[in-house]
């Protein structure tokens, strides 16, 4: 996570390794594009496009697009029965 004097006045920090803005105040990601909406909407924060775009400029955030393209072409691993694993690496090693 990534901290600076800009970002705590607006409460929020940037997750480098997904390159997003995460919302202290709610724990929420928030697209760059929306940043200025989420503050004033959901926390009542009102701060200038100047401001929040000098801190977002030059940090290669991920924008609402490219989070859902990454959401799109992620798949969640779903719980497998640790007997049915067992039997699948044996199968494996045997095999």
Not at 59 to 73: F, V, Y
């Amino acid at each position: 996570m990534v901290e600076d004097e800009e970002l705590r006045k607006i409460e929020c920090v940037i997750n480098e390794k997904m390159k997003w803005i995460v919302c202290t105040r709610c724990d929420r990601g928030v697209p760059s594009e929306y940043l200025q909406t989420h503050l004033w909407k959901n926390h009542t924060i009102d701060y200038s496009n100047d401001t929040l775009n000098s801190i977002i400029t030059g940090r290669e955030l991920m924008t609402l697009d490219s989070i859902r393209a990454w959401k799109k072409n992620t798949v969640a691993l779903t719980y497998i029965n640790p007997i049915n694993t067992i039997v699948l690496m044996r199968i494996c090693v045997e095999g």
